[in-house]
């Protein structure tokens, strides 16, 4: 949590969104995160999952489930300054083939059906998270090796192209067409984040009203080279007032 208080102080966003929080609601460091002048709404369960956000104004209208009961924590939205927000944690998917993979189809095809059903294309929306989805061959460190894999396969990108389809906007690919810009670094890979074997799989994604106004986006990747580090990194955007 102190790499994310520190974060914080030194950039002042008006908004972060957090992902994979692993603490209940309970247990969510509120405090650290007030201290530093940020309101935070969770969505939290004991180890597993979790999504958070932090505005620097109260948030209104917060949703805490895709669906009506709904065990897995990785769903929460709300509106910031009358924008709607929604921030989540999507399935990883575990292998192809599996039910954790099936589950994860379902779950991105669900979460289309829930913005389509509560949102207008034509009117601002923001969508973050962590989508465990490299959609191109430049989000991936060896494309030809990782096709096919979770992750990296048709099937999920077949699904999160249609939420361009909608009408939402890949922010950071609206700035930057050139490969190597990655968000996670797989612990497992040795010295994988100094190799850059990495994936973009983090999004911040937004409808034409708003897309129209982000002024650049980037990675910061200085924190990933803090001593125990998340194996993701910050994915940031600036829009016009």
């Not at 099937?155 to 930057?176: P, T």
Request: with cysteine; net charge negative.
């Amino acid at each position: 949590m102190k790499i994310i208080q520190d974060w914080l102080i030194r950039e002042g966003p008006d908004l972060l969104c957090i992902q994979e929080t692993k603490v209940q609601d309970q247990d969510f460091p509120v405090d650290q995160m007030e201290e530093v002048g940020y309101h935070i709404v969770s969505r939290g369960q004991k180890a597993y999952n979790g999504v958070a956000i932090a505005s620097n104004s109260p948030l209104e209208e917060v949703r805490r489930n895709l669906y009506k009961e709904d065990e897995q924590a990785r769903f929460i939205s709300a509106k910031f300054q009358g924008i709607p927000l929604i921030n989540v944690y999507v399935p990883q998917g575990f292998g192809v083939g599996t039910e954790k993979f099936k589950y994860k189809l379902q779950w991105l095809k669900d979460l289309l059906a829930h913005i389509k059903g509560h949102y207008d294309s034509g009117q601002p929306l923001l969508l973050t998270g962590d989508f465990n989805v490299a959609l191109e061959p430049v989000d991936v460190y060896d494309p030809e090796e990782l096709r096919g894999q979770v992750g990296f396969h048709e099937d999920e990108q077949a699904i999160l192209k249609e939420y361009f389809k909608w009408g939402l906007v890949d922010i950071f690919r609206k700035h930057h067409s050139d490969g190597s810009h990655f968000t996670f670094w797989d612990y497992r890979i040795p010295n994988g984040f100094k190799r850059n074997m990495g994936w973009r799989i983090d999004y911040i994604l937004a409808t034409p009203p708003l897309a129209q106004k982000s002024i650049r986006a980037w990675v910061d990747k200085e924190p990933r080279t803090y001593e125990k580090p998340s194996d993701h990194t910050f994915l940031v955007a600036e829009f016009e007032a």
